[in-house]
DNA sequence: AAATCGGGGCC
DNA sequence: GGCCCAGATTT
């Protein structure tokens, strides 16, 4: 039943492709940090970030050999930091037994770090016209709205099954072209919430949902679970010109980046002051400032903070606290969005402005 | 199988 | 406020 949308799609797709940085190369590397970087992330997001990184890494060695503070700071405002973490390890892992050069095989391109069977299917059929299939968000959607498919989109199964049926109608001739077709098709016409533009949908006719008047239930997909609170308070410790950061542990949320110190739960002024003595700091001056709102995808931040003024003499007695000139900052150390509502306050935007 | 991991745009 | 996004990895 699948095969009836091949032709359609690739027709479709030839006409109405969007022009988007990584469709002008089919190189290997390109491709890659083109996906990895769409993972779970809008096209419109993307394309500032995937040129600069091109840029600074144009290829694979950069990329193996990069820092990673360097690293991250492209990777600032993307999220999901261990993606570009896992990059690297791939990049290493290609450069010492590939030669630099992705393998054109889909099952050796899985066995790379942040590789799945999206990306793999990717990378396979657009670099290298492998036919296999390439299963998304959009590829999920499309699929179980024209076969009014009922299974929760989120399982594996449903994935595994889908890309099982996929694979059965693979053309040869241009796979990459008929997988991001696909996709493209979910993104702009069969689109997730509001109503889909079926009116310009090249396989409509094909589409059982559509036929039924039930595309308003399709896909079918679990709720998520809600998300846990925390309560932060955030220090702006100003040392004259300069702002205290913290480096983050190397696991966990955020891993690796930079924040500004911050105490878990709401402080009163005293109970800061008392705590940044304790960092071996004598404060001169404090402020308070407003709350603060950040929502990940399984947390929620409730933030309050305080700015305070220490005196230049001092020296903190952690390690992983440092002070930095805020050029320095904007510069050198990776800072999460999370924390922008109070950067401004020193004077930071956190590339908000300059990618 | 479920939880973890960012951030933003749209309804 | 909820939903979703060219998902992968860990638990």
């Given at each position: ?68 503070d360097?690293?991250?700071k ?162 702006l410790i100003q040392d004259g010109s300069r702002i205290a950061l ?12 930079y924040?500004f ?48 003024q220490v005196?230049e003499?001092d020296?903190p007695?952690?390690?992983?606290m440092l002070f930095v000139e805020t050029e320095q900052t904007e510069k050198n150390y990776?800072v ?7 950067a401004?306050?020193v004077n930071l935007n956190l ?5």
């Amino acid at each position: 039943m699948l095969e009836k949308i091949v032709e359609p799609l690739l027709m479709w797709y030839d006409k109405n492709k969007r022009i988007l940085p990584w469709r002008e190369t089919f190189d290997a590397y390109d491709i890659w940090i083109s996906e990895i970087m769409l993972q779970q992330t809008r096209v419109e997001a993307v394309k500032p970030y995937f040129l600069r990184f091109k840029t600074a890494l144009p290829k694979m060695e950069d990329l193996a050999s990069c820092p990673e503070d360097r690293l991250l700071k492209l990777w600032e405002g993307l999220g999901y930091y261990n993606r570009v973490r896992n990059m690297q390890k791939a990049a290493i892992q290609v450069v010492e037994k590939y030669n630099g050069k992705l393998p054109a095989d889909y099952e050796l391109l899985k066995t790379l770090p942040g590789i799945g069977n999206y990306t793999a299917g990717a990378i396979a059929s657009i670099a290298y016209k492998i036919p296999v299939p390439a299963v998304d968000g959009n590829v999920l959607r499309v699929i179980a709205r024209i076969s009014e498919n009922d299974d929760d989109i989120m399982k594996q199964s449903m994935k595994n099954r889908v890309q099982a049926d996929l694979m059965k109608v693979m053309p040869k001739s241009d796979p990459g072209a008929f997988n991001q077709a696909l996709m493209e098709l979910g993104a702009v016409v069969c689109i997730p919430n509001g109503s889909p533009h079926c009116m310009v949908c090249p396989i409509a006719e094909s589409c059982k949902a559509r036929k039924g008047g039930r595309i308003d239930k399709y896909p079918v997909k679990g709720k998520a679970k809600a998300r846990r609170l925390e309560k932060h308070t955030i220090l702006l410790i100003q040392d004259g010109s300069r702002i205290a950061l913290h480096k983050r542990p190397s696991r966990g949320l955020l891993a690796g980046l930079y924040e500004f110190p911050n105490l878990d739960g709401y402080k009163s002024r005293d109970e800061v002051l008392e705590q940044v003595k304790d960092y071996g700091l004598s404060p001169l001056r404090i402020q308070s400032l407003p709350k603060a709102k950040h929502i990940f995808s399984h947390v929620e931040w409730d933030m309050m903070g305080y700015a305070v003024q220490v005196s230049e003499l001092d020296h903190p007695k952690d390690e992983k606290m440092l002070f930095v000139e805020t050029e320095q900052t904007e510069k050198n150390y990776p800072v999460p969005r999370a924390y922008s509502a109070y950067a401004r306050y020193v004077n930071l935007n956190l590339g908000r402005d300059k990618i």
